[in-house]
């Protein structure tokens, strides 16, 4: 597999240094590297584009390096940021490392062939390097006029409008020299480990050209190095893609739940679902085609966004929390059973509608109609009388179930996890009940 030529028609190839492809087909396996901040414990989808350009890398035949930042992100990359970052003590940036290293396992393999990929972290090396000695062995090969040229810099220094600053706070010296420092990310690795490409995203240009520039001048115009920048993944209107209503979608179950994460996939916009496919999935180019001619007979169905779903949720969390995601998507939009939800899950499903809480004490003294009226304020149905009337029109469901008698105890009712009844107003009014 040509690595440009699959990331261009996937539409996630943006720009290369002269010479790389010449590179990739010359050398194998070529070491590339992408690095990742470690600001918080886990990655999340805007990320995952990333992880797929070494994903490509290593289907090619290449060796993939991933690099975690730990003295780096101890400093703050300025690249699309117009204020400074607060820092992170070293203990939560290993947390957070660890967090990251097990999520990139489920993507690269990791052995020890020729392609394993490999986890390092740029701590490791820069512990005991002193400030002293890397201005002396660093600093000095590169001037400010170069370091101040960089997009990323202007437009912190700039400040005004013109300059892409919008009222930026300016930058400081240790985010300044955030690029002198993944430069010499670049060299140590090209030096220890044989790398002799950089990767990452097109906002990155500016950082990894000034590593490649770093390893010419270290190596007396010698070194050979090479970048390759990927797309950023926008939606159609083209605002950046990654964060649901609710915030940012993380690869951890714990911070963005299986279903959660299922859904965002399955709501993409028809117009964006061509391109997630290409970025985020491994399925060929003939298998998308012919997922796009289905997609284009009903579009109603969502085959693209289905497909999508199932591929992405399987691949970052496991073919059982799919299933599982898919169920709980059936319960709301195709007659599931609600009782093979786990209790988060319910919560899930249900985040969104009215949740309301009723004495456990009281319900046993309570029938259906006086449950969906007085005793839940009225906020399901205003009377016992409009309780009645609906069940009569078989309008009216708890727990999946059609109701049939509003003078039923609630007593006797068949509770969901001993506490929760789902009631269903309608063919799309869903209340969660819970008795407390």
Same mark, same amino acid.
Request: hydrophobic share 40%; glycine share 12%; aromatic share 8%.
């Given at each position: ?335 599931? =059973?609600? $009782? !093979? /939800?786990?209790? +988060?899950? #319910? @919560?899930?499903?249900?985040? %969104?509608?009215?949740? *309301?809480?009723?004495?456990?004490? =009281?319900? $046993? !003294? /309570?029938?259906? +109609?006086? #449950? @969906?009226?007085?005793?839940? %304020?009225?906020?399901? *149905? ?13 309008? #009216? ?23 929760? #009844? ?15």
């Amino acid at each position: 597999m040509d690595l440009i030529d699959e990331l261009t028609w996937r539409g996630m190839f943006h720009d290369a240094m002269p010479g790389t492809a010449e590179h990739l087909a010359r050398h194998a396996p070529v070491t590339g590297y992408i690095g990742f901040d470690p600001t918080a414990a886990s990655l999340h989808i805007g990320n995952l584009a990333t992880i797929m350009l070494l994903v490509h890398l290593q289907r090619a035949g290449h060796r993939p390096l991933a690099l975690v930042g730990g003295a780096t992100g101890m400093i703050g990359d300025p690249s699309g940021k117009s204020a400074e970052r607060n820092l992170l003590d070293e203990a939560t940036l290993r947390t957070n490392q660890a967090g990251i290293r097990a999520q990139l396992e489920k993507f690269l393999v990791f052995d020890d062939s020729p392609t394993g990929a490999r986890v390092v972290n740029n701590y490791d090396w820069f512990k005991e390097f002193g400030f002293l000695q890397f201005l002396r062995e660093v600093g000095k090969h590169l001037t400010v006029n170069y370091m101040m040229a960089k997009d990323s810099v202007k437009r912190r220094i700039g400040g005004g409008e013109e300059a892409g600053g919008g009222g930026s706070e300016g930058i400081s010296y240790t985010e300044f020299s955030y690029q002198l420092l993944q430069g010499y990310d670049f060299v140590h690795l090209h030096r220890a480990l044989g790398c002799t490409l950089q990767m990452g995203a097109s906002d990155q240009w500016g950082n990894i050209t000034t590593g490649t520039e770093l390893i010419r001048r270290l190596g007396g115009g010698e070194g050979k190095a090479y970048a390759l920048t990927g797309q950023l993944i926008t939606k159609a209107d083209g605002t950046k893609y990654g964060k649901s209503e609710t915030g940012t979608v993380w690869l951890d179950p714990a911070l963005t739940s299986p279903y959660q994460f299922y859904q965002f996939f399955l709501r993409a916009d028809d117009a964006d679902a061509p391109r997630l496919i290409r970025v985020f999935t491994l399925l060929s180019q003939a298998e998308i085609e012919d997922l796009e001619a289905a997609h284009a007979q009903n579009p109603g169905l969502k085959t693209l966004q289905k497909a999508l779903a199932r591929d992405v949720t399987t691949r970052v969390h496991s073919a059982a929390a799919c299933d599982a995601a898919l169920a709980a998507s059936q319960v709301l939009f195709g007659g599931g =059973d609600l $009782g !093979a /939800l786990d209790e +988060a899950t #319910l @919560l899930d499903v249900f985040a %969104g509608v009215p949740h *309301l809480r009723v004495p456990r004490a =009281d319900a $046993g !003294a /309570l029938t259906v +109609a006086v #449950l @969906l009226s007085e005793a839940t %304020g009225q906020q399901i *149905l205003p009377s016992r009388g409009e309780v009645r009337k609906l069940i009569q029109a078989n309008g #009216l469901a708890l727990n999946g179930q059609k109701a049939t008698a509003p003078d039923a105890p609630v007593a006797g009712l068949p509770l969901l996890h001993g506490r929760y #009844l789902v009631v269903q107003r309608g063919k799309k009014n869903y209340y969660l009940v819970e008795l407390v």
